[in-house]
């Protein structure tokens, strides 16, 4: 249904809407929204597509899908209780305990009382006169509201490319994104898989274990760090939460990533330069973050993203333990990613991802030269040799950022598209306001730090400031808050600028939106770190909303 269709629902509440702030999505950031304007007094209602909570756990449950950030970090830290009281029961917790932690969440704070589950929202219309927003979902239910959060999370449009012959393909078909909550069965099966990102990574080696045979169909090897997952011992539980308000001021106080921890040792990024170590020191600190598994090598050096010298250091001591990690030295070096700078596209988190190109029943097919020609109704047909495939699992990634916002039709003041508007790119102020589209608000939206930093801990920043800015309307009797076109092309300005002086230009990364074709490649999220971005957000209110239009 087109937005002209959308009528005016009858008016309910005193400010004439059914609600004061619609929030869309029910993960983590979603979640937390809700919790923290209900506490504020605001009636809130969450629409969310799934049939739980989750968001981006919800949909993601592919075989060995599980968290890269470590759980006593990737969690909510709002509440003291509830951070003491769970345990978690690994390093990098699997879909299904996220899934447990964020149902008990819901259940602890009796969330679901205000969330209406399988309700995919198509349309957000903006009404002028009445200063509210005008909510549709699929099933033309109408919803409206003062306020609209959107929640919907990073990376939630799955891409799915159109290669040929896909509709007359014989055999199942599956994307990591998409997974059946059933089992999936491969055994005795011949499956393909097409990518080599951080869901392949994690699903390959399961997949292989099932299956009679695997084949990878592989564009550009990924930078891969073994995991170094492990259980979540209590006396290591015990000693993290004794100190985890510590832990938690720390993870404010830094710009990337979060902290690591090994051993119950808390390991920060290094604050020195590539340029302040010698020769033996880089190496050490090489190799020590490397042992710590993970994402720990983001937290090298700080200038690994932006000095060439140690970006191609730290890419040379990565490409010598892949090459350490595989028998067939052919296969090794069609693993070896080249020509784009490490860490510039998600470093992978694996267990096993290597050493799984050495079994009998897993084979590599390198389609970056000759790409994927498209599919036959029984396999997969690359340079004039088919791959006879029963099942094809695309680990093809997303449309990060801007798809789960794009996919909606909202329209602004005046009936403005935003997916017109980002054409050439999403346009916003800090990652989450627009310019022509009052009162409508982005949790770890395009322009925000989210994907480089915690996007739990940017849901919760972001949801208090909302909570306080609400507020703040509500006693000084404004209806309507908008960020001004002048802050938010100084915000681009700035995001663009801190880009330029990185090395992610470089690489065909979804954070530059180069691995949807025709999408605007352009920087999506924002480099220069959560403390100056926190700096700006903070000065935005402390100074009476500067960067904001409000009207009374
Ligand atoms: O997606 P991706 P993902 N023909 O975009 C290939 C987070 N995440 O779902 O690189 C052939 O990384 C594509 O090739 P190329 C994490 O932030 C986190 O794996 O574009 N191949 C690439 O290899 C991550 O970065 C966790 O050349 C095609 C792959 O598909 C983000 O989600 C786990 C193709 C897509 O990789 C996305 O990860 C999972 C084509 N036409 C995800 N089109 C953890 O916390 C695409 N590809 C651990």
């Known amino acids: 249904m087109s937005v002209e269709t959308l009528e005016r629902p009858e008016a309910a509440r005193a400010v004439g809407t059914d609600f004061d702030a619609i929030v869309i999505g029910a993960g983590f950031a979603g979640l937390y929204a809700l919790h923290r304007l209900r506490k504020s007094g605001h009636a809130v209602r969450l629409l969310e597509a799934g049939s739980g909570v989750g968001g981006t756990w919800y949909w993601n449950r592919y075989p060995g899908a599980r968290v890269d950030i470590e759980s006593h970090e990737y969690s909510y830290s709002f509440d003291d ?140 090897p990924a930078f891969c760090i073994p995991a170094n997952n492990r259980p979540n011992t209590s006396e290591n539980d015990q000693a993290l939460k004794a100190r985890y308000a510590e832990l938690r001021h720390i993870e404010h106080e830094i710009s990337f990533g979060g902290f690591f921890l090994t051993n119950s040792r808390i390991e920060l990024p290094t604050l020195t330069t590539y340029a302040d170590a010698t020769p033996e020191q880089r190496l050490a600190e090489f190799e020590r973050r490397y042992q710590s598994g993970g994402l720990n090598c983001y937290s090298t050096y700080s200038d690994i993203v932006t000095n060439r010298e140690a970006n191609d250091a730290l890419g040379d001591f990565v490409r010598n333990k892949i090459r350490q990690r595989i028998k067939n030295p052919e296969v090794a070096e069609k693993l070896i990613p080249r020509g784009w700078p490490i860490l510039t596209k998600r470093l992978c988190a694996d267990t096993n991802y290597y050493e799984t190109y050495d079994r009998d029943n897993v084979s590599l097919i390198d389609v970056k030269d000759t790409p994927i020609e498209g599919f036959t109704p029984d396999g997969i047909l690359v340079n004039g040799t088919e791959y006879p495939l029963d099942d094809v699992v695309f680990a093809t990634g997303f449309d990060a950022l801007t798809g789960s916002l794009t996919r909606i039709d909202i329209r602004g003041r005046g009936g403005r598209s935003l997916k017109d508007e980002w054409a050439q790119g999403p346009r916003t102020f800090l990652g989450f306001m627009v310019e022509g589209f009052p009162n409508l608000f982005m949790m770890n ?108």
């Open 81 to 220: 209780e509830l951070q003491q009281e769970w345990v978690w029961s690994e390093r990098y917790p699997a879909q299904p305990e996220l899934m447990r932690y964020l149902n008990h969440v819901a259940d602890r704070f009796d969330l679901r009382s205000d969330i209406q589950f399988n309700t995919r929202v198509t349309v957000a219309r903006h009404d002028e006169d009445r200063a509210c927003w005008l909510i549709q979902t699929a099933t033309g239910e109408r919803f409206s509201a003062r306020f609209c959060v959107m929640a919907t999370g990073l990376l939630v449009a799955p891409n799915k490319p159109e290669f040929p012959g896909l509709d007359g393909f014989k055999g199942r078909q599956f994307h990591t994104a998409q997974w059946p909550r059933e089992n999936v069965d491969f055994s005795g099966r011949r499956v393909g898989v097409i990518g080599t990102g951080s869901s392949a990574v994690q699903s390959i080696p399961l997949i292989a274990e099932q299956a009679a045979h695997l084949t990878v169909f592989q564009r550009t």
């Open 445 to 552: 939206g395009p322009g925000s730090p989210g994907a480089v930093f915690q996007p739990v801990l940017l849901g919760q920043f972001q949801g208090d400031w909302l909570a306080d800015c609400f507020d703040w309307m509500r006693l000084h009797q404004r209806r309507s808050i908008e960020a001004t076109e002048a802050a938010q092309d100084e915000w681009i300005r700035h995001c663009n600028e801190v880009a330029e002086a990185t090395l992610f230009p470089e690489a065909n990364s979804w954070y530059m939106g180069a691995n949807i074709p025709g999408k605007a490649r352009v920087i999506l999220i924002y480099l220069g770190g959560f403390l100056e971005y926190r700096r700006r957000f903070n000065a935005a209110s402390d100074e009476g909303y500067a960067g904001f239009t409000l009207t009374a």
